[in-house]
């Protein structure tokens, strides 16, 4: 049985709904960084929703340090 009250449900909900939005406009942005190899450095960047992580995927290892300093200053 869940013993979580209905408004928890959906206070949980409209957290992940608003990072959803976030990641999104990150994901805008770290769309700009190019890699000097293989141009566009970030290939994926999503939300699993279920989990609460984030699959992130680059063009190569280079490319994920560019990725990851920029997420540092978002």
Known sequence: MDDKKPEEGQIKDAVIDHLQEVVNQAKEK????NCPEHGKALKTLDLIRDEGRFDIKCCCDAGEKLVEEAITKL
Request: no cysteine; charged share 25%; aromatic share 0%.
């Open 30 to 33: 770290l769309e700009l960084i």
